[in-house]
């Protein structure tokens, strides 16, 4: 069983602007061109998913309740433009808690395969930080770092990891992404 490709997008910072525990209504700001970018992607084949570290819960700064009032209007504003998210993983622990649906952890990648059908070695992640581009690395996915939200600051921490391309936003990311994959569809 082949699998559809994926491209599984972090999302403070890469969809939306990064504020630090964002999840007042007031904090949520769409990157420019997120939307038109994941209309691409959709119209060449590909699935949609997000994949969001929120220690935010787990360390008590804001509750579930205000992050899927946050998150939601999010999905609506994507869903408003025909695009369909067809998961949401999100971690709410602290990084001490130890789980294993923190980023970089690859079990979210594994669910995605098992729970959406998505082929893997085909799927691409996009992120601002280092962990998405290891998250990606441990889950055998291509990667692409953007440098809106920590990207400029994370680029210098990748050490030995080697994201396809480094790249200033999403739709950059995407035109990236859309130039590499020859074979989808
Ligand atoms: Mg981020
Ligand atoms: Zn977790």
Not at 42 to 58: C, E, P
Not at 86 to 113: G, I, Q, S, W
Not at 129 to 155: M, P, R
Request: hydrophobic fraction near 40%; glycine fraction near 10%.
């Amino acid at each position: 069983m082949a699998g559809r490709p994926f491209v599984f997008l972090d999302r403070d910072g890469t969809l939306i602007e990064d504020v630090g525990y964002g999840h007042r209504l007031e904090d949520y700001q769409p990157i420019p061109g997120v939307t038109e970018a994941l209309a691409r992607l959709r119209d060449a084949g590909f699935g949609l998913a997000i994949v969001t570290n929120q220690a935010g819960i787990g360390r008590g700064f804001f509750s579930r309740a205000d992050y899927d009032r946050f998150h939601g209007r999010l999905l609506d504003d994507l869903a408003a433009a025909g695009l369909h998210i067809e998961a949401t993983y999100m971690c709410p622990h602290a990084p001490d808690e130890d789980c294993t649906c923190r980023k970089p952890h690859p079990a979210n990648l594994l669910a995605a395969r098992d729970e959406l059908g998505a082929d893997l070695a085909a799927s691409w992640m996009i992120g601002d930080h280092a962990k998405d581009i290891e998250f990606a690395h441990n889950g055998g996915c291509q990667s692409v770092l953007v440098l809106t939200g920590h990207g400029q600051e994370e680029a210098p921490r990748l050490g030995s990891l080697r994201p396809a391309a480094i790249l200033p936003d999403l739709p950059a990311a995407v035109a990236h992404i859309l130039a590499s994959a020859t074979s989808v569809k």
